[in-house]
């Protein structure tokens, strides 16, 4: 088991920043991939970013490439993910989630665990 508890969303105006945080615990050695999910309203959740536990290794989705950034601190068991110039399209239930077995994928489909998220609201 692996328990994801997120935090750092708030309302920000358009071109502002934020820090999202996502703290792991339980089985956290035996995760492979960690990512950031989001889901607005009436949309279907999609990936943000991913990043292999081991290795760094990172993947962004199109939309946020060059504005966001996924770190991590595996002596804190904690992942980042760093939103620069943020638009009102990024309004979003943030989510973290942990895959033990899989590839780092931004599909939602292999990940084990999720955290409840924390919201981000961007006005313009």
């Known amino acids: 088991q692996v328990q994801l508890v997120e935090s750092g969303g708030d309302s920000v105006q358009a071109g502002g920043s934020l820090t999202l945080s996502c703290v792991a615990s339980?089985?956290?050695?035996?995760?492979?991939?960690m990512g950031w999910f989001r889901q607005a309203p009436g949309k279907e959740r999609e990936g943000v970013a991913v990043?292999?536990?081991?290795?760094?290794?990172?993947y962004y989705a199109d939309s946020v490439k060059g504005r966001f950034t996924i770190s991590q601190d595996n002596a804190k068991n904690t992942v980042y993910l760093q939103l620069n110039s943020l638009k009102p399209e990024d309004t979003a239930m943030y989510s973290c989630?942990?895959?033990?077995?899989?590839?780092?994928?931004?599909?939602?489909?292999?990940?084990?665990?999720w955290g409840r998220g924390t919201q981000v609201t961007v006005s313009s």
């Open positions: 989630a942990a895959d033990l077995f899989y590839p780092c994928s931004l599909s939602t489909s292999p990940y084990q665990y």
């Open positions: 990043i292999y536990r081991g290795g760094g290794t990172a």
């Open positions: 339980g089985n956290i050695y035996s995760t492979r991939c």
